[in-house]
């Protein structure tokens, strides 16, 4: 990641929102919580249509989420543009292959997920131990 990774300011954001929890309510994180059934990835079977591919970050705040989206620039060029929220603008990266454009898609949002859990693990260790 670079120094002026817009995923590290939203991921800053988040984990200051989450130092105020008399702000939020959350739900119960004991082991005696009951948790509902998560939903299983699944990956598309065929191939993959690369122009609109989408996906969108994780996170309690739809003003503070990211999303991916995979533009066709024509030639054979793809594009993705990066925001945040709903009225942001967005940051382009590319020219890239298709492949290379839905690959770099799921791993921004894997990545942001992989940070984003370790932000409430981090939180949850805080509220323990405090």
């Known amino acids: 990641m670079s120094e002026n990774d817009p ?4 991921l800053a954001a ?5 130092d105020k929890p008399e702000s939020l309510s959350f739900p119960d994180t004991s082991a005696a919580a009951e948790k509902p059934a998560e939903k299983p990835v699944v990956e598309p079977s065929g191939p993959v249509e690369a122009d609109g591919y989408s996906k ?21 060029d793809y594009f993705v543009d990066e925001t945040m929220g709903d009225n942001s603008v967005p940051i382009s990266s590319g020219p890239m292959p298709k492949d290379a454009a839905i690959r ?18 981090e939180m949850a260790a805080r509220d323990v131990s405090g």
């Open 104 to 121: 770099f898609v799921d791993e921004r949002e894997s990545d942001a997920r992989r940070r984003f859990e370790g932000i409430k693990r």
């Open 56 to 76: 969108t970050g994780p996170g309690p705040l739809q003003a503070i989420r990211f999303k991916w989206t995979v533009r066709d620039g024509g030639n054979g």
């Open 14 to 18: 988040i984990a200051s929102i989450l």
């Open 7 to 10: 995923t590290d300011h939203a």
